[in-house]
Nanobody
Framework: QVQLVESGGGLVQAGGSLRLSCVAS????????MGWFRQVPGKEREFVAGINWTGSRTYYADSVKGRFAIFRNNAKNTVYLQMNSLKPEETAVYYC??????????????WGQGTQVTVSS
């Protein structure tokens, strides 16, 4: 089974930037559509960004358009999320997973441990 490990989170001031990475092991994700999701305690996990398997198409939640960028390196079995102009309300645990880009939901019930992003005001 493919395992996904997210990293790159941390504490950043509002307006700052972070780059998250999602590395897959145990198999290839090069043919998977992938997505980044985030979850705040007490709330449902929400779609943030998605990318098709070639990297030619990207999709974003309205709230992050123009500030976040998702991209991938299939040779490295890795998906990234560049986050700029971060806001305090974007404090959450961020996860990557296979994605259904039509419904903007995860295509797998398996989740990694995620990476905590904390944006201070």
């Amino acid at each position: 089974q493919v395992q996904l490990v997210e990293s790159g989170g941390g504490l950043v001031q509002a307006g700052g930037s972070l780059r998250l990475s999602c590395v897959a092991s145990g198999g290839t994700i090069s043919t998977w559509a992938m997505g980044w999701f985030r979850q705040v305690p007490g709330k449902e996990r929400e779609f943030v960004a998605g990318i098709n398997w070639t990297g030619s198409r990207t999709y974003y939640a309205d709230s992050v358009k123009g500030r976040f960028a998702i991209f991938r390196n299939n040779a490295k079995n890795t998906v990234y999320l560049q986050m700029n102009s971060l806001k305090p309300e974007e404090t959450a645990v961020y996860y990557c997973n296979g994605a259904d880009l039509v419904t903007r939901t995860s295509s797998s019930d398996y989740w990694g441990q995620g990476t905590q992003v904390t944006v201070s005001s």
